[in-house]
């Protein structure tokens, strides 16, 4: 029981750090570029959802405060790409790197000046109430990181193989001058991108704040997220769940099972591993690209 245990808490927590690849994942796809602050838009998303329902601040029921605070999230990714991206369009991707981490030190320090440094604890009805399946314990809260976390990917899925846009997003990704001349407005479908990036890095961030209390340095997941997409290969949206699932269960066996501080490494170990054997990742979608 021990053991199932540790597996459900740890598939919980490999659900938060899918989500958060997936954002990794959605960004690369579009730009063929990497958001490395990714984790921190989870972050503002979990705390602009804290703000909007939390007694102390505005006071908004959940299930209203929380669709809210993925539009809130989803239109401050398009007007990050609106304001700041768009201005380095078709630079060194470099640039983009090197960008994206500055602008997580400022979300970080945003969020901090707002609602301050210390832990703050989401009211969510998600935390309440646990379901006891023989001596395994599973919190309403795990079980919905679960669920939300599978629903979403496949719907991510669907969209970029079946829908005009999704394809236009693997296009513009592909080649943007051609993609450009073949009729699609490049920079109207990046902004879009980093728009649904923000609202799956919305619902990352209230998964992971009803599991628990939050803090500006909670969006330092995202580097357990990063190395949770290259796992599973990126540019693959099951593959960066896949890959989230295996950081997240990788964890608690390590920190059980081996000495102390192990369970910090493990991940990182595994990357090197991967990109040593199988430098794409689990899931590689190697393509020649067309030019």
Not at 6 to 14: D, Q
Not at 18 to 29: E, Q
Not at 214 to 241: E, H, M, R, T, W
Not at 251 to 268: D, M, N, T, V, W
């Amino acid at each position: 029981m021990d053991i199932l245990q540790l597996l459900v808490s740890g598939l919980a927590n490999g659900c938060v750090y899918g989500l958060i690849a997936l954002g990794f994942v959605l960004i690369y796809k579009a730009t063929e570029a990497v958001n490395f602050a990714q984790g921190d838009l989870m972050m503002l998303g979990a705390f602009v959802t804290l703000g909007l329902s939390n007694a102390e601040y505005v006071g908004l029921p959940f299930w209203l405060a929380a669709p809210l605070a993925i539009a809130i999230m989803a239109g401050v990714g398009y007007l990050l790409d609106l304001l700041i991206l768009r201005h380095i369009f078709g630079q060194n991707q470099t640039a983009v790197v090197i960008l994206t981490i500055a602008l997580g030190f400022v979300l970080r320090f945003v969020a901090g000046a707002i609602w301050g440094h210390e832990p703050q604890t989401l009211q969510s009805p998600l935390a309440m109430g646990d379901i006891r399946l023989g001596g395994v314990v599973l919190g309403m809260a795990d079980v919905a990181v679960i669920v939300v976390t599978v629903l979403l990917t496949i719907c991510l899925y669907q969209f970029f193989q079946r829908t005009k846009l999704g394809l236009a997003m693997q296009a513009a990704s592909q080649n943007q001058m051609a993609a450009y001349y073949m009729g699609i407005p490049v920079k109207r479908v990046q902004g879009l991108i980093w728009g649904l990036s923000g609202a799956v890095a919305a619902v990352a961030g209230i998964l992971f704040a009803s599991k628990g209390a939050i803090d500006p340095n909670a969006g330092l997941l995202g580097i357990k997220a990063f190395a949770a997409a290259v796992i599973g290969g990126f540019g693959s949206l099951p593959g960066a769940l896949v890959g989230g699932l295996i950081v997240g269960v990788i964890e608690p066996f390590a920190s059980r099972y081996l000495a102390a501080g192990y369970s910090q490494i493990a991940p990182y170990a595994l990357l090197l591993f991967v990109l040593v054997f199988r430098p794409h990742g689990l899931f590689s979608q190697v393509r020649v690209k067309k030019v």
